[in-house]
Structures are given as C-alpha cells and as structure tokens.
C-alpha cells in the first residue's frame, strides 16, 4: 500500500522559508510525477508545484519566482523550498503522487492517486 508522509511544516513570520518534504512507502519504482497541493480554510484544495520523473516542472502563478519543487528520485522523495512566504501561504499542504504517465494537468487534482495526510503551514504578518 502507498504511503505518503509529509513533513517540515510550522509557523514562520511573513519573509520567511520553510522546507516541506515528502516521502513515499510502498512503492518501490519512480512515480511518474509528484506534486504538492495546499488547502487553506474555506478554500478548495490548489495545486502549487509539481514534477515529473523527468524533470518537467509546473508551477502555480502564486508560487513562481518564491517556491521550487524538487525531488530525490533514487528515493522518491520530494521537496517544497518556500521563500518569502507571505500570510497567504498559511494553509494545509498535501503530497500526491501518479506512479503511471499519461498526465495532462500537472495541477490537477484528479491528475493524482495517492495523497499525504497534510502538513500545517502558518505564516504570520
């Protein structure tokens, strides 16, 4: 069974940066493509960044030039560099992944079959 468990969530003053990390079990080849989604409070869940097995990126408008998504393929294991955070960015932020190819929307969510739990980010001004 799939797993995805998120970490380096926290609290940070506005200007700051965290990293998120994502690592998956149970699944022993590459995933074709990994991503992180965020949900802040009476909000629908977002894409923000996503990557594909071969190096392909997409970015959502609000995390260009401030995020970069990267990952450690030999392991699967994904990363969210956030820069110059702003209290806009406080929400719950989701790993997925897609083991197959065939994604058209790298933003979707329906692009993706299995999910992380979450991992908290608040930002304060």
């Known amino acids: 069974q799939v797993q995805l468990v998120e970490s380096g969530g926290g609290s940070v003053q506005a200007g700051g940066s965290l990293r998120l990390s994502c690592v998956p079990s149970?699944?022993?080849?590459?995933?074709?493509?990994m991503a992180w989604f965020r949900q802040a409070p009476g909000k629908e869940r977002e894409g923000v960044a996503a990557l594909g097995r071969l190096g392909t990126t997409e970015y959502a408008d609000s995390a260009k030039g401030r995020f970069t998504i990267s990952r450690i393929n030999a392991k699967n294991t994904l990363h969210l560099e956030m820069a110059s955070l702003k209290p806009e960015d406080s929400a719950v932020y989701y790993c997925?992944?897609?083991?197959?190819?065939?994604?058209?929307?790298?933003?979707?969510?329906?692009?993706?079959?299995?999910w992380g739990q979450g991992t908290q980010v608040t930002v304060s001004s």
């Open positions: 149970g699944y022993k080849y590459n995933m074709a493509c």
């Open positions: 997925a992944a897609r083991p197959k190819w065939g994604i058209s929307n790298y933003l979707a969510q329906a692009s993706y079959n299995y």
